[in-house]
């Protein structure tokens, strides 16, 4: 605007004959200016609106009558449509320029959705568990509280929370949010250079196995189950397939090219065209009979990503397509849509649905892969699989092995080789059912032996019993005959890896059998279908336990009962649909390692492994670039734990939480040995009186006193006691009388990060107490502890050094930087606290003020008892003031000298600093107890908000 004043004052003052050259700068001057007007507006307004034209709600309209009817399905398949702009992106996705900066942002995926219940959303969040990939998941609804930002790089620059942001639902995106919410979301994905992937809302009433049957094999006459067929695939041609010529099921102007929204062409350009009837009817296989071809492909889904998804320069054409199944079901078929709005900036995807079909996953996979930011995707393209044949010898007679049953299974593993090299089975056996049966049963097992060299062995207990039944020195005898069977019989064991019969003595763990497994068989690895629990499957974990790797054991929908086609659970087509792309196929899909269990049953009869296993082999070759191996199973142990360390250590269960955990949990021991009630601390808030008080009571019983740390257990905060497991915790605890309530107080809980997870893994039900005293105090009373107790740091430094009150911040001495933190962290109850409430509703938490329990600790102890729904027992007949120890105590039993010792005040300066440092959290405690806990403020802390408010 100065500018501008200036040019008019020397336009006044200019004579005539410079006239037309200050009319010439002046105009340029409000040229200038109004361009600079304008580019501001633009920067400040909010992104074009985004609306749907006419056309795209009769696409709608459309659209639902597709899913209700096949005749109109074609009716709108042949209707033209021409090319009409309708709208624009949001303005960030729409730049053309590539981001300034690329912002750090972390490894998480954001996912969006409306309601979880919905095929693609639950779709999406168990592919995205499965995968182990960090997700969180919002409702849309809560778009205003979701932070994308978190704490700043060491150059001063937010650092973004999410990788990759996945729309499910993606309508709600663009109809539900305002312009303003969708550019917060749309800006960040410029900013931190991040993809975002549109998914629409699954068809409800769509089928899956529509989807599978297009890839699977189909009319079978007679069993195709025997190892002749193992290559054959077998198309279906009854697919009749219809191209949309409009996207309907995405709103087409959904479609941006530079920026723009529009529509795409009335028809996918022939080269796609050509390309997905190549793909579907197979043209290039070659077989004798075009309907039953025989196809040995080179991966054509590659083909097809590459096509459609990345080298997506020019490609505009939206690739749902819609097709009518040989039963005339209208099916949507999966696609996928790159929009790449600028070079090396982020990237924009819509994936057609369903997401439930093998193919839409995969195309998910790459998407994961490719366009995270930074890596979600822990592995990627090997896949380690391991095929045990359990029970080798122990079927019932009719179902085991025959003499050419065995020869089928070795000339199958050589073709099965072929796709994964080196494959080769893995025979459990228990040397007391050796060579029973018929008489061609009896010679089946003899081959099986005769021919051991060609497989892999592993020994059970000799005559397959349960583990967790078998007292050490039975499982020792056991054990040591299996393994006298082996040498015996030469067959070849030694590779370090058993099973149990039905989990038993694995998880939940029975210490007896780690013990006779390493000290007999020298195990490494083994495998459990147990941990966490059996369901759901994509969540099944491994750990280590007493030096033995215990993977995860998938399923292969083969079971012991599992064993002809005829029969076969959900048809036949549910047996070939689940190596077809099926679940078995989901599970090598998400796996790097998967450990299948079969059984002899599978392979006898009708042999369904073999063909479950070329089924699988074959699909994975034809339609994916995944590369299929085998190995030692030491060295898949150390693979799995190479990519997942976390698993090292196991988060124990409760073994008595599943029915199938307690059918397999030794009768000796039972769950009433777990405590229902935990005294989580802080430390030095008068935890050990309120535990000493508690053990009066007649119905309360604690834990065993030990000897490295007395009264408390600390088991879920220390990780060699908690590496013992659950046996060596129950130990910790007498075994109750008459209903007795079972507790332990560790006040190393409070405080211990990994605690609120531990509990809540063994003791989902359990009752928590938390002692809140003024944190001033308890960090006083933490340091003159320590010094009670000799430590050096503490003597060497003052209670003002220890906690920075008068001391310079760049302090080097880990010692006194750990005190401090020991005096000062605890304190920060609201921080603490929030942790627990992540994992544990407030009902079952107790607050207690650690000033009322010293100075009338009756009351609280009426409000334990009744947070307990125990019987009453009079507090004030028990406790008794006394004044030398200027505490109460239990009659004239006061607690030791470590607990209410004398020292002097805490200095005036020391008090205002603390007082000071707190007052945030204490604030924030405040909030917490009203709005969450619901628990009467204690006194101390309305002091410190009154002192706050003044
Ligand atoms: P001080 O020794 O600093 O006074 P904890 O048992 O959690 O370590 O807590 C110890 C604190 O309990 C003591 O700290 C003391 O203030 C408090 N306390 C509360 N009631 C007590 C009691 N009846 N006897 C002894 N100490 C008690």
């Not at 539900?176 to 998914?199: A, C, G, H, L, M």
């Not at 990237?347 to 892969?369: A, S, V």
């Not at 955990?661 to 935890?687: A, E, M, V």
Request: glycine letters at 4%; a positive charge.
């Amino acid at each position: 605007m100065g500018q501008f004043l200036r040019l008019v004052l020397q336009f006044l003052r200019c004579r005539m004959s410079h006239r037309k050259i200050c009319i010439f700068l002046l105009l340029i001057s409000l040229l200038f200016i109004f361009v600079l007007i304008n580019k501001n507006h633009y920067h400040s307004s909010d992104l074009v609106p985004f609306e749907y034209s006419e056309k795209t709600t009769k696409l709608r309209t459309l659209k639902e009558s597709v899913v209700q009817s096949n005749a109109t399905i074609r009716n709108i398949i042949e209707t033209p449509f021409s090319l009409q702009p309708t709208t624009t992106l949001p303005k960030a996705f729409a730049s053309t320029k590539a981001p300034r900066q690329t912002n750090q942002v972390q490894g998480r995926v954001l996912l969006m959705y409306d309601f979880i219940s919905t095929h693609t959303a639950k779709g999406l969040k168990v592919i995205l568990d499965s995968l182990r990939v960090p997700v969180d998941t919002y409702k849309y609804r809560l778009e205003q509280t979701i932070s994308l930002t978190e704490e700043k790089d060491t150059a001063s620059r937010p650092i973004g929370k999410y990788s990759l942001l996945i729309f499910a639902d993606h309508i709600s995106f663009f109809h539900k949010w305002t312009p303003k919410v969708r550019d917060r979301f749309t800006n960040y994905s410029r900013q931190f250079n991040v993809t975002t992937i549109f998914i629409p809302q699954d068809g409800r009433d769509l089928k899956d196995r529509h989807y599978h049957h297009l890839f699977s094999y189909k009319g079978h006459s007679s069993l195709p189950l025997t190892p002749t067929t193992v290559d054959q695939v077998h198309i279906s041609t009854k697919l009749n397939l219809h191209y949309s010529k409009n996207n309907l099921l995405l709103p087409k102007s959904l479609i941006a090219k530079s920026g723009v929204w529009h529509t795409f062409p009335t028809l996918a350009s022939a080269e796609i065209q050509n390309h997905i009837f190549k793909l579907v009817n197979r043209t290039n296989c070659t077989g004798p009979h075009p309907r039953n071809h025989r196809c040995n492909l080179p991966s054509q889904l590659d083909h097809l990503i590459n096509r459609t998804q990345f080298s997506a320069s020019n490609f505009e054409e939206m690739c749902t397509w819609i097709y009518t199944d040989s039963q005339g079901s209208i099916n949507k078929s999966p696609c996928i849509l790159n929009e790449q709005v600028t070079e090396g900036g982020p990237q924009i995807f819509f994936i057609g649905t369903p997401i439930n079909f093998w193919l839409t996953k995969i195309l998910l996979m790459d998407l994961l892969r490719l366009f995270s930011r930074t890596r979600v995707l822990r592995f990627d393209r090997k896949r380690s699989i391991l095929i045990d044949i359990d029970d080798i010898f122990v079927a019932p007679e009719g179902l085991k092995m025959n003499k050419n049953d065995v020869q089928a299974l070795v000339q199958t593993q050589e073709k099965l080789r072929s796709f994964v090299p080196g494959l080769t089975f893995n025979l459990g056996f228990c040397g007391a059912y050796y060579k029973r049966g018929t008489p061609a049963e009896v010679e089946g097992s003899h081959e099986l032996v005769r021919r051991s060299n060609n497989f892999q062995w592993f020994g059970h207990i000799f005559n397959h019993l349960q583990p967790h039944l078998l007292p050490l020195a039975n499982l020792t005898t056991l054990m040591t005959q299996s393994k006298q069977f082996a040498q015996n019989t030469s067959i070849a064991v030694g590779h370090g890896y058993s099973v149990s019969p039905h989990h038993s003595g694995v998880y939940p763990v029975y210490p007896p059998l780690y013990e006779t497994w390493g000290r007999i068989w020298n195990i490494t690895m083994t495998t459990t279908e147990e941990y966490p629990n059996i369901y759901p499957e994509h969540l099944r974990r491994g750990f280590i336990h007493r030096g033995i790797m215990v993977l995860p054991r998938q399923t292969c929908r083969l079971f012991t009962h599992t064993i002809s086609y005829e029969t076969f659970p959900g048809g036949k087509e549910a047996f070939h649909e689940a190596g077809n792309g099926g679940t078995v196929f989901n599970t090598l899909l998400f796996n790097p390692i998967s450990i299948f269990m079969t059984h002899v049953t599978n392979y006898a009869t009708d042999r369904l492994a073999l063909q479950l296993f070329s089924d699988l082999f074959q699909f994975t070759r034809t339609w994916t670039n995944l590369e299929l191996t085998t190995d030692r199973p030491l060295n898949l142990g150390k693979r799995y734990f190479d990519i997942f360390p976390e698993d090292k250590t196991p988060i124990w269960g409760s073994p008595c939480g599943d029915k199938r955990h307690i059918d397999i949990y030794p009768p000796s021991k039972n769950c009433s040995r777990l405590p229902s009630l935990l005294i989580l601390g802080p430390q030095k808030t008068g935890t050990t009186a309120l535990y000493t008080f508690l053990k009066e009571h007649p119905l309360i019983s604690a834990n065993k006193n030990n000897k490295d740390h007395y009264e408390e257990v600390q088991f879920f905060s220390n990780e060699t006691l908690y590496n013992y497991g659950v046996e060596w915790y129950m130990e910790q605890f007498p075994v109750p009388h008459n209903n007795q309530v079972i507790f332990e107080k560790s006040a190393t809980y409070f405080t211990h990060p990994l605690a609120p997870k531990r509990v809540k893994a063994l003791l989902p039900n359990i009752k928590l107490v938390v002692i809140l005293l003024d944190p001033v105090n308890r960090a006083y009373s933490w340091y003159q502890h320590m010094q009670a107790h000799n430590s050096p740091v503490a003597l060497k430094y003052t209670f003002s050094e220890v906690i920075g009150s008068n001391s310079a911040s760049n302090i080097t001495d880990r010692g006194l930087l750990s005190l401090r933190q020991h005096c000062l962290s605890p304190g920060q109850y609201q921080r603490h606290l929030n942790l627990w409430l992540d994992h544990f509703l407030p009902e079952q938490l107790l607050l207690i003020d650690g000033e009322t329990l010293a100075i009338k600790p009756s009351i609280v102890m009426e409000t334990v008892q009744e947070f307990l729904n125990l019987e009453m027992l009079d507090y004030n007949e028990i406790l008794k003031w006394n004044s030398g120890k200027g505490f109460y105590c239990v009659n004239n039993h006061c607690l030791g000298p470590s607990k209410g010792r004398k020292y002097p005040d805490i200095a005036v300066g020391d008090l205002k600093f603390l007082e000071q440092y707190y007052r945030v959290d204490n604030v924030k405690l405040a909030q917490l107890l009203r709005r969450h806990v619901k628990t009467p403020i204690p006194d101390w802390l309305t002091t410190q908000l009154s002192a706050i408010r003044s």
